[in-house]
């Protein structure tokens, strides 16, 4: 399956999510790639949207690969790919720069996209989070922790790709799974977009504030 772009992503996934519209609920991106597909979304379930800023920990050489990931927070949480760590040899020392590179990011998006802005609330609502492509499921992981540690009513992932065995992992930390493919071999998931360009800074900020003002104007008018 082949998406022309996250945005024709994210609409596919409002229709596939369209029976928690009248609940109450928050989309919440992963950033950058993610929002795109989650802007869709919130738009169409009349949903806020919101970030939440979690950084892949790739292995030191192998960007790509995840070897853990840290979620924002007043305490960072952490969350490590054993299995990969062993594998590529990583020191406890090379872990150690590699996160700490990863909450510099943390803090550098947290500045760009969110400086001056109030966290949407997530407690007691259905939460939606959404992501472009899941591969591996570390980033995933650690957003759900966090996700949790914050008491929703209930935690629905939402993706466009992953592979089965990465759905079938997650499946149990989750309410609900909605994943539109899950091909038996992912190579990479530019390869399920005929657009898959990076996401800009701007862009994500642009995003998320034409969701503020449609949020703002919805509350007005009710």
Known sequence: MV????????????????DYRDQKIVVLALPRGG????????????APLDLLLVRKIGVPGHAELAMGAVIDGVHPIAVRNEDVIRFARVTPADFS????????????????????????????????LVDD???????????????????PAAIVLATPVAPPETVEALRPLVDDIVCL????????L??????FHQVSDDEVAGLLAAARARTDTSERAG
């Open 190 to 195: 530019s390869l399920h977009y005929a657009d």
């Open 3 to 18: 998406f022309r772009d996250r945005n024709e992503a994210g609409r596919l996934l409002a229709l596939a999510l369209k």
């Open 181 to 188: 493919d899950q091909p038996a071999f992912l190579r990479a």
């Open 133 to 151: 492509g899941i591969a591996t499921g570390a980033t995933t992981r650690a957003a759900i922790r966090g996700i949790r540690q914050r008491n």
């Open 35 to 46: 929002v795109p597909v989650a802007a869709e979304v919130a738009r169409h379930l009349d």
């Open 97 to 128: 720069r590699a996160y700490n590179k990863a909450l510099d990011e943390l803090e550098r998006r947290r500045q760009r996209y969110l400086a001056g802005q109030t966290p949407v609330p997530v407690t007691g609502r259905t939460v939606i």
